[in-house]
């Protein structure tokens, strides 16, 4: 080979400048295959680290919620300032158009209705399914202390272990019982078993008094779930607590479709999750989209 020919050959392979490896930024997700860490990235934007994610799967246990009678009317007008729906694949085939970019946490345990034992679940969703939806992750309810706990357990690391086979995260859903305290010692024991056991980030409640010891002992992410409806400001301040203190996000459903004015609070959210805005400002935000709306 001529020598301006290995020259040129060198140049193009710039052996001066040493090749980077890229860390990823989520909490415990470092050591995840490429796969897994690309649907991630798609639920958790990668400027913030943190995730909207906008909860709507109510219905796969309670039927038509307050909300959520006409999804197609009252829910798409929300989805450009979401950056994921967690959903059923009923809602998602039904009434989703295929053409929507965010990304899709797919619910995957059911079994029970709000007339009988809520932690009776079973696995409801075959991976192929999942898979042919084209989901970044799948979402499966633990009752920690509930009447099924060992069952509910096990339907998420049979989940853990189908999605590791295909690249696809499990999200873990802490449910508590009527019956069970909502405090932080509750929330340290059922995040932490659900990580032990592989989940890859969690949905978990937040509590005034030590969430950020929930959030620190769980060495995966965890986002907020918001819960019942509270007024806007209240929830705007949740929220922000809850990211100050440690958490990755939010997931939101009736603190945002029950709200006057859905549109406005889940960009107010957003301003919360994303921008650090403070709960009042936010709450400012929210009254001028409100009332130009």
């Known amino acids: 080979m001529p020598e301006h020919d290995k020259q040129k050959e060198a140049k193009k392979c710039y052996p001066e400048i040493p090749q980077k490896t890229e860390g990823f930024y989520l909490k415990g997700c470092g050591s995840l ?4 860490k690309n649907r991630m990235g798609r639920i958790f934007n990668s400027e913030s680290g943190r995730t909207v994610m906008l909860a709507i799967d109510h219905g796969y246990f309670q039927g038509p919620t307050s ?26 085939r039904t009434i989703i158009p295929p053409s929507v970019t965010q ?10 209705s709000i007339l009988k034992e809520l932690s009776n679940e079973d696995i409801a969703v075959d991976i192929e399914d999942t898979i042919r ?12 202390g509930g009447e099924y706990e060992r069952q509910s357990i096990i339907n998420m690391t049979k989940m853990v272990d189908m999605g590791t086979r295909y690249g696809i995260p499990t999200l873990a859903v802490t449910a508590v019982g009527k019956d069970m305290k909502r405090d932080a010692r509750y929330f340290r024991l059922a995040t932490r078993i659900c990580a032990e056991l592989g989940a890859h980030y969690i949905k978990s409640y937040y ?3 030590g969430f950020e010891t929930v959030a620190a ?23 922000y607590k809850a990211i100050q203190e440690g958490a990755a996000g939010v997931d939101m459903g009736r603190n945002i479709f029950q709200s006057e004015a859905p549109v406005a609070m889940i960009q107010a959210v957003n ?9 009042e400002k936010a709450f400012e935000m929210y009254n001028t989209l409100k009332n130009e709306g």
């Open 33 to 36: 295959d490429w796969g897994m």
């Open 67 to 92: 909300g959520l009678e006409r999804v197609d009317l009252n829910i798409l007008p929300l989805i450009p300032y979401a950056d994921t729906l967690m959903l059923t694949r009923g809602i998602l």
């Open 103 to 112: 990304s899709i946490v797919l619910r995957v345990s059911g079994g029970s």
């Open 133 to 144: 939806l084209n989901a970044c992750a799948m979402a499966v309810q633990v009752f920690v």
């Open 207 to 209: 509590v005034e008094d």
């Open 217 to 239: 002992s769980c060495p995966v992410p965890i986002v907020m779930a918001g819960g019942k409806k509270i007024p806007e400001l209240d929830a705007l301040t949740m929220a």
């Open 271 to 279: 301003a919360v999750v994303h921008k650090n805005e403070s709960p």
